[in-house]
């Protein structure tokens, strides 16, 4: 209770200007007490409007009063400071801090010196308080009916450039806030309302669009879900599409580790039974030489015998030889090498048959899409939703090729341009490609007159020069001809003729991941005159090719 007593005393002899107990307190005549110093500086920037009012209730003094020092309130307040109370002091002071505007706060426009915290904005007013200062917007009954609102730094932007006047009507001819001032000179006799019944309606247009989103703000969520479960069973597939292929090739690689183990142990089979037969062989020979040499040694020793009757009866039992083993056939054999070969014609077969498969693998691999081809557009608002800015590039630009209007021109002229050399330079035909590489959903428009055109989407590596370079006689490029009041639809030298009136725009619709390429007649409708699909298997650039008819132009439309 007793610092209940204390708060309510700070408060009490407290200035409400600088939130600080009262120094030389003097008091208005309409009761309200400031320090001499505050008020003083209050009338001070209030001089040269000849009119002083009271911060606290806005009453307004002329002249300005003369401002004498209140004894005893002066005596109170020392009395106060001498009961001891710094404590209390210091901790209205803390509070006070927290209630001064930082520049990021909207101020109170009657505060001088230091300002506080707006609390509420006033529209009438216009003007913003802080919580002392806003309440006779409370206790007085005219200030009572005012518009308050969260404080704001735009009060300002209420008030009419013109005529200094809040502006509380709404100019629905010029989609303006206006003034009643405005109502009656520049905006007389046009379609108006209060601020207040616009504010109305629109909150109503609010409310409905809000709906509106929140409706798709849910579809969307139910979508980022379906989008978030897809991305689990991709990883899921893929996971198991990973481990489930590691297995297979793991298993042909202990196929083949298998096979190789055979192949090894067969040789070193076949090279034990070889080599041991040799050796068996060898070691008879070697005993049968053995054998000869022995003989031969017992016959050279008879040959010196000089009696003769030992000679001859020694003779015939050394003269008799064992039977030879048979004369040694070797085989023109090459050994293993054949085996070598079976296994290096294993080899390649399995080779061409993974790079083959591996195609047909890859591209199993690359079909996998799971978000579902988006549907061709119906109407030129839809198409526009892909357009994309097309610039032709001057370095495939034939020499008789001017580039203008930011390089989206194309015109034909007698002369051949001075272009510098450049390998991607078209050298035979009156052709040139875009810079920008296309490989999405992509939408361009060309128009083209004084002559005859073709609309064209081709590979970078199309020929340059012959007649392999002309857009459409190639199996790289696909090409619309408006020639001769006439379409014709060229992809492979293969002509095909397109029906319809001969159009003066041409609309290029691409999906490159699709396979869908299409040309249309752009007027108030969209008329299909070719589509294609295929595969492509490169980035696609826009080309266009001029006949040679002096003067003929072709331009990539601006879209956006």
């Excluded at 509070?95 to 529209?123: I, M």
């Excluded at 518009?147 to 300002?156: F, R």
């Excluded at 579902?372 to 032709?392: N, V």
Aim: aromatic share 8%; hydrophobic share 30%; proline share 4%.
């Amino acid at each position: 209770m007793a610092q209940k007593g204390v708060q309510l005393d700070q408060e009490t002899f407290s200035c409400s200007i600088c939130l600080d107990l009262l120094k030389d307190p003097v008091a208005t005549t309409c009761g309200h007490s400031y320090c001499m110093m505050c008020i003083k500086t209050h009338w001070d920037e209030e001089d040269r409007k000849g009119i002083y009012s009271c911060p606290e209730c806005r009453q307004t003094f002329t002249p300005r009063p003369v401002l004498l020092k209140n004894t005893m309130l002066a005596v109170l307040v020392d009395e106060m400071k001498k009961t001891g109370l710094p404590a209390a002091a210091a901790a209205a002071a803390a509070a006070a801090n927290l209630c001064y505007a930082g520049p990021e706060d909207v101020a109170c426009d009657v505060c001088t010196g230091r300002k506080r915290k707006a609390l509420k904005s006033c529209l009438t007013c216009p003007a913003s308080y802080c919580e002392q200062h806003l309440q006779p917007h409370y206790d007085a009954a005219p200030l009572s009916k005012h518009k308050l609102v969260e404080p704001s730094k735009k009060l300002q932007e209420n008030i009419c450039s013109h005529h200094d006047e809040v502006m509380k009507m709404f100019c629905r001819t010029d989609q303006k806030s206006i003034c009643y001032l405005c109502s009656v000179d520049e905006h007389k006799g046009h379609d108006m309302v209060s601020a207040a019944a616009e504010w109305t309606e629109k909150q109503k247009e609010l409310e409905v669009s809000r709906q509106n989103i929140q409706q798709r703000i849910q579809v969307r969520e139910k979508d980022v879900k379906l989008l978030q479960q897809e991305v689990q069973n991709i990883n899921r597939s893929a996971d198991k599409t990973v481990e489930d292929g590691e297995k297979m090739f793991t298993e042909l690689i202990r196929l083949l580790e298998k096979r190789s183990s055979e192949v090894k142990q067969q040789v070193r089979s076949q090279q034990e039974t070889e080599v041991s037969r040799v050796k068996e062989l060898e070691e008879k020979l070697q005993q049968e030489i053995s054998e000869l040499k022995r003989k031969d040694a017992e016959l050279k020793k008879l040959s010196h015998t000089e009696d003769h009757n030992q000679f001859l009866h020694s003779y015939p039992s050394l003269s008799a030889l064992s039977e030879s083993t048979s004369s040694i056939q070797i085989r023109p054999l090459r050994y293993f090498e054949d085996v070598t070969e079976a296994v290096s014609e294993v080899r390649d077969k399995l080779q061409d048959v993974l790079r083959e498969e591996w195609t047909n693998l890859s591209l199993t691999v690359t079909d996998v899409d799971v978000l579902l081809p988006q549907p061709e557009p119906t109407t030129r608002a839809g198409f526009l939703k892909y357009s994309c800015e097309i610039t032709l590039d001057p370095n495939t630009a034939y020499t008789r090729l001017i580039l203008s209007e930011g390089n989206r021109k194309a015109t034909y002229k007698r002369d051949h341009q001075s272009y510098p050399s450049h390998p991607d330079r078209f050298t035979d035909r009156s052709q040139v490609l875009s810079r920008e590489s296309l490989t999405r959903r992509c939408y361009w428009e060309v128009k083209w007159g004084g002559g005859a055109v073709e609309v064209a989407a081709s590979y970078k590596n199309v020929s340059r020069g012959s007649n392999e370079s002309v857009f459409g006689c190639n199996d790289k490029s696909w090409s619309l001809e408006c020639y001769n009041n006439n379409c014709t639809f060229l992809y492979n030298n293969i002509h095909t003729p397109v029906s319809g009136p001969l159009p003066s725009r041409v609309g290029v619709y691409l999906d490159h991941r699709a396979g869908i390429l299409s040309f249309y007649s752009v007027s108030d409708t969209m008329t299909l005159l070719h589509r294609v699909q295929t595969t492509f298997t490169q980035p696609l650039y826009a080309g266009l090719r001029l006949y040679d008819s002096f003067g003929a132009t072709a331009e990539f439309c601006k879209l956006k």
